[in-house]
């Protein structure tokens, strides 16, 4: 009796200290426990308590950047028709600090054919699973070149080759190096483009000869290059060890494919072919409704 009577006091007890500290939270905003845990982690963090508001990006550094994009959004939309500006990532989630970069995203409404199946290629690596980086496998963005390199070679081609389009003799837009210069004036693009608007195929079609054309494709021999409109062989970049070359448009020394093992490169193969055969068969359903036609 002893035993169970010391029991029910010792949970009694603890009871009211929870029920306490619940308290003192509600009154204080914290209990002891809770600031020491915060110092710790500040501590070990190499902050103080008063130093957060100076890492973190502040109400002016906040509308500041919100200027910078929409000057340059104004500049851009001035050059190129249908061109936006998307902030994304820290500097529009409230983890930015004052010193974070400015993540924006440059985007043309008007090219709904390429903005629908970029967001197929990339709804569809995500649902396979083979769109993380981190993981093994390739970037988001890796696929979107993948797709715009084969808008580029596919016949007859949705996207020009924006590098080759009057290019200058001398560099013009030399950035670390590498020559970055493409055709800037898209209100001229169907003057001087001969294949401009020739291509009539439908996003359903384009989504299929895209995955044919990457299950075919020789990974093995040729870069996914969206510069040049001929073929760029591994060998010329000195890629040959590596599995998959997708070369970086605005880094060419860059492989975004370096890092692909071959076991994930025979996966990402596999996918496609699999959903190739997926969306290239026709459903029972629909084949029987045709035939009702019939």
């Known amino acids: 009796m002893?035993?169970?009577?010391?029991?029910?006091?010792?949970?009694?007890?603890?009871?009211?200290n929870a029920v306490g500290m619940r308290y003192l939270r509600n009154v204080c905003g914290k209990s002891?426990?809770?600031?020491?845990?915060?110092?710790?982690?500040?501590?070990?963090?190499?902050?103080?308590?008063?130093?957060?508001?100076?890492?973190?990006?502040s109400e002016?550094?906040?509308?500041?950047?919100?200027?910078?994009?929409?000057?340059?959004?104004?500049?851009?939309?001035?050059?190129m028709k249908g061109a936006q500006l998307n902030v994304f990532g820290s500097s529009?989630?409230?983890?930015?600090?004052?010193?974070?970069?400015?993540?924006?995203?440059?985007?043309f409404v008007n090219n709904q054919t390429g903005k629908t199946l970029g967001c197929v290629v990339k709804r569809f690596t995500n649902v396979c699973d083979i769109n993380d980086a981190s993981r093994g496998s390739l970037s988001s963005y890796a696929y979107l070149l993948m797709l715009i390199y084969f808008l580029q070679q596919c016949e007859?081609?949705?996207?020009?080759?924006?590098q080759e389009l009057e290019k200058p003799e001398a560099p013009q837009h030399v950035i670390d190096g590498f020559e970055t210069y493409f055709f800037?004036?898209?209100?001229?693009?169907?003057?001087?483009?001969?294949?401009?608007?020739?291509?009539?195929?439908?996003?359903?079609?384009?989504?299929?000869?895209?995955?044919?054309?990457?299950?075919?494709?020789?990974?093995k021999s040729n870069v996914v290059s969206i510069r040049l409109q001929e073929p760029l062989s591994c060998f010329e970049k000195l890629w040959t060890s590596k599995c998959m070359a997708i070369e970086d448009p605005f880094e060419l020394s860059h492989?975004?494919?370096?890092?692909?093992?071959?076991?994930?490169?025979?996966?990402?193969?596999?996918?496609?072919?699999?959903?190739?055969l997926r969306f290239g068969t026709p459903h029972l359903y629909f084949m029987g409704y045709r035939n009702r036609l019939e």
Request: proline share 4%; with cysteine; net charge negative.
């Open 156 to 162: 007859p081609p949705v996207l020009p080759v924006l």
């Open 184 to 219: 800037e004036d898209l209100e001229r693009l169907p003057h001087i483009w001969p294949a401009y608007g020739g291509n009539v195929s439908t996003v359903g079609e384009l989504w299929l000869q895209f995955l044919k054309f990457y299950v075919n494709f020789d990974f």
């Open 255 to 276: 492989n975004l494919g370096a890092h692909l093992s071959k076991k994930m490169l025979v996966y990402i193969i596999k996918t496609l072919r699999s959903a190739y």
């Open 2 to 16: 002893d035993v169970m009577y010391g029991f029910v006091m010792e949970k009694h007890k603890s009871m009211v």
């Open 60 to 79: 002016e550094d906040i509308t500041r950047r919100q200027q910078i994009v929409a000057e340059m959004e104004t500049f851009i939309a001035n050059e």
């Open 92 to 107: 529009c989630n409230g983890f930015g600090l004052r010193k974070s970069d400015l993540d924006i995203c440059l985007t």
């Open 32 to 57: 002891r426990i809770d600031r020491v845990i915060n110092e710790w982690v500040l501590k070990e963090c190499g902050l103080k308590a008063n130093s957060i508001e100076e890492w973190a990006a």
